[in-house]
């Protein structure tokens, strides 16, 4: 009680307040109330102006990795057929072997396509037959109509119809040779294309690879692929080169490059890093993902490397531009907006922005600033826009 009288004492004394100034060698007393006390308190108050740290913003190329998904797939890989139903007669290839590119895999037999062969040949040695005999029936025709022809000449010896049906005789004859040609020509295309059907029992490697599945044995009945549950005779894949499919998501396809080398790692081989390089984009987004599909060249001619292998691909993100970047602390994100203060002339500004990626301390943000802005290094809604503060300047870090 005894503190807050002498408090109370000297805000009384206070109105009495006394200030002597000299000039000129004379001395000015002048009296100030306490009311003109209160008002110089006041605007002192007003005039003191709030200090904000700042940071410039920067623009820089962004730069960051990302680790995402791939598999490991077969650069080349298939399941072989016969065109034609048969027996297996023979086989010498089997799960893991190594096949050369044109190797017999297997040989097959199929008892009616010998006797259709057969038939085949029969008919073109008739053909061929019919068309000696009509080219000979020609010929004595020709033989014949000459002859008329010659004696016709000759008043009263051979009468003119005679000639005249000898000369139709000959272009008939003529006629079934052309047809005896024509047959005979269907019946060699036909064996022929008996031949060909008959190399389809020799299966053959398509290309270079390894046979990794394998569904037949000596006697099995085979044919054609009658839809997908039914299996293939063997299925041959391509390792010594792999492709790595990665899903790119959608905000990161600026970043493909083809040729880029990118790394990744197999749980099969923990601590060992590869290399693939990008060769191949689709283009276009899957609709279900909303992510890209882009394949990498994969080198394996160990063969280490497996098709159907997981791989954690480090994948490199750039952007196609220069970007630009504020603290992370300096964004404000609200239930309406999100924006960071930008301090010009004096003034706060509330900036909407997008925020992009981070990238260390900083964040990518896309509107309306400049490289060389300020803003407030801690971003706050209570600093309202137009408020006047002063402005303290410290690096931003990256």
Same mark, same amino acid.
């Given at each position: 009680?005894?503190?807050?009288?002498?408090?109370?004492?000297?805000?009384?004394?206070? %109105?009495?307040?006394?200030?002597?100034?000299?000039?000129?060698?004379?001395?000015?007393?002048?009296?100030? #109330?306490?009311?003109?006390?209160?008002?110089?308190?006041?605007?002192?108050?007003? /005039?003191?102006?709030?200090?904000? *740290?700042?940071?410039?913003?920067?623009?820089?190329?962004?730069?960051?990795?990302?680790?995402?998904?791939?598999?490991?797939?077969?650069?080349?890989?298939? +399941?072989?057929?016969?065109?034609?139903?048969?027996?297996?007669?023979?086989?010498?290839?089997?799960?893991?072997?190594?096949?050369?590119?044109?190797?017999?895999?297997?040989?097959?037999?199929?008892?009616?396509? /010998?006797?259709?062969?057969?038939?085949?040949?029969?008919?073109?040695?008739?053909?061929?037959?019919?068309?000696?005999? +009509?080219?000979?029936?020609?010929?004595?025709?020709?033989?014949?109509?000459?002859?008329?022809?010659?004696?016709?000449? /000759?008043?009263?010896?051979?009468?003119?119809?005679?000639?005249?049906?000898?000369?139709?005789?000959?272009?008939?004859?003529?006629?079934?040779?052309?047809?005896?040609?024509?047959?005979?020509?269907?019946?060699?295309?036909?064996?022929?294309?008996?031949?060909?059907?008959?190399?389809?029992?020799?299966?053959?490697?398509?290309?270079?690879?390894?046979?990794?599945?394998?569904?037949?044995?000596?006697?099995?009945?085979?044919?054609?692929?009658?839809?997908?549950?039914?299996?293939?005779?063997?299925?041959?894949?391509?390792?010594?080169?792999?492709?790595?499919?990665?899903?790119?998501?959608?905000?990161?396809?600026?970043?493909?490059?083809?040729?880029?080398?990118?790394?990744?790692?197999?749980?099969?081989?923990?601590?060992? #890093?590869?290399?693939?390089?990008?060769?191949?984009?689709?283009?276009?987004?899957?609709?279900? %993902?909303? %992510?890209?599909?882009?394949?990498?060249?994969?080198?394996?001619?160990?063969?280490?490397?497996?098709?159907?292998?997981?791989?954690?691909?480090?994948?490199?993100?750039?952007?196609?531009?220069?970007?630009?970047?504020?603290?992370?602390?300096?964004?404000?994100? #609200?239930?309406?907006?999100?924006?960071?203060?930008?301090?010009?002339?004096?003034?706060?500004?509330?900036?909407?922005?997008?925020?992009?990626? +981070?990238?260390?301390?900083?964040?990518?943000?896309?509107?309306?600033?400049?490289?060389?802005?300020?803003?407030? *290094?801690?971003? #706050?809604?209570?600093?309202?826009?137009?408020?006047?503060?002063?402005?303290?300047?410290?690096?931003?870090?990256?």
């Amino acid at each position: 009680m005894a503190l807050r009288k002498l408090i109370l004492g000297a805000s009384i004394i206070s %109105t009495a307040v006394v200030i002597i100034s000299w000039s000129l060698g004379k001395s000015n007393v002048q009296e100030v #109330t306490h009311s003109d006390v209160r008002s110089a308190v006041d605007k002192s108050a007003l /005039t003191q102006v709030p200090t904000v *740290v700042v940071a410039g913003v920067v623009s820089r190329q962004f730069t960051r990795q990302t680790l995402l998904p791939g598999e490991l797939q077969a650069y080349q890989d298939v +399941a072989l057929y016969p065109k034609v139903q048969g027996f297996v007669e023979w086989i010498e290839v089997d799960r893991g072997s190594v096949a050369k590119e044109g190797q017999l895999l297997a040989r097959l037999i199929a008892p009616e396509l /010998t006797a259709q062969r057969r038939e085949a040949a029969a008919k073109v040695q008739a053909a061929h037959a019919q068309r000696l005999e +009509a080219e000979a029936k020609l010929a004595a025709d020709e033989a014949t109509y000459k002859r008329l022809k010659a004696a016709s000449a /000759t008043p009263g010896v051979i009468t003119g119809n005679d000639v005249d049906v000898a000369q139709k005789t000959v272009e008939a004859a003529r006629a079934r040779v052309h047809a005896g040609q024509e047959n005979e020509a269907a019946a060699l295309q036909a064996a022929h294309s008996f031949q060909d059907i008959e190399s389809y029992l020799h299966i053959t490697a398509p290309f270079d690879g390894i046979i990794t599945e394998r569904n037949i044995h000596k006697g099995s009945l085979v044919g054609p692929s009658g839809g997908p549950a039914s299996l293939p005779m063997l299925r041959i894949r391509q390792i010594s080169l792999l492709r790595l499919v990665v899903a790119l998501p959608e905000m990161d396809v600026a970043s493909i490059e083809p040729g880029t080398e990118v790394s990744f790692t197999v749980p099969a081989f923990l601590g060992e #890093t590869f290399k693939g390089v990008v060769q191949r984009v689709a283009h276009a987004l899957d609709v279900k %993902t909303r %992510t890209m599909p882009v394949e990498l060249d994969v080198e394996n001619p160990s063969g280490r490397l497996a098709p159907g292998m997981y791989a954690e691909v480090a994948w490199p993100i750039r952007r196609p531009q220069p970007s630009l970047f504020v603290p992370s602390s300096a964004m404000v994100t #609200t239930t309406e907006r999100t924006f960071v203060i930008r301090i010009r002339n004096g003034e706060v500004e509330w900036i909407d922005v997008k925020r992009g990626a +981070a990238m260390g301390d900083m964040v990518e943000v896309f509107g309306n600033l400049e490289p060389g802005d300020q803003v407030a *290094v801690r971003g #706050t809604d209570e600093l309202r826009a137009g408020t006047p503060v002063v402005a303290k300047q410290v690096s931003a870090k990256s």
